[in-house]
């Protein structure tokens, strides 16, 4: 079971390639400026992933206008998520949790997907301004996607 709702979101800094190189993602660099929708997702250049993010995409103008940020999350590594982007055209910040530290801290680990290793399951989390959790969710299996309705209605009623 993720984390639950009213609890203080685990603080992380974890790396993301960009076209300057690698980065950190740390997500209290958002509190006091934005809310945060954190979308945990098995593993880049799979089916459901793949279109999850790319819908993702094509409506990062709706997060933006409800004065959210969107980070995806998966234990890939950086280069693998940053060649999946380029070929998906996906534009939002992938981040990588290669150790699993981050998806632990969450409780979303996915043991075993398909018999190649533990990687996060698919979750959604809305994290607030004050870095404290509004919404999660831990999809019944991989292949079933967040209510992403229900994570737009949360980030609605947040100033």
Request: charged share 20%.
């Amino acid at each position: 079971m993720p984390i639950k709702i009213g609890s203080k979101a685990p603080d992380f800094t974890l790396k993301s390639k960009t076209a300057t190189g690698l980065v950190d993602v740390k997500l209290s660099d958002n509190f006091g400026k934005k809310n945060t929708v954190l979308l945990f997702f098995p593993a880049a250049f799979t089916g459901v992933c793949t279109q999850e993010m790319c819908e993702i995409s094509a409506g990062l103008g709706q997060y933006a206008r409800l004065n959210a940020a969107v980070i995806g999350i998966s234990v890939d590594t950086p280069f693998a998520q940053e060649a999946w982007a380029k070929q998906n055209k996906i534009g939002l910040t992938l981040a990588s949790d290669l150790n699993k530290t981050v998806t632990k801290a969450y409780d979303v680990l996915f043991p075993n997907l398909a018999g190649v290793g533990d990687t996060s399951a698919r979750a959604a989390f809305v994290i607030d301004k004050q870095g404290v959790v509004q919404y999660a969710e831990q999809t019944a299996t991989p292949k079933d996607l967040p209510n992403f309705a229900a994570v737009k209605a949360t980030l609605s009623k947040l100033k």
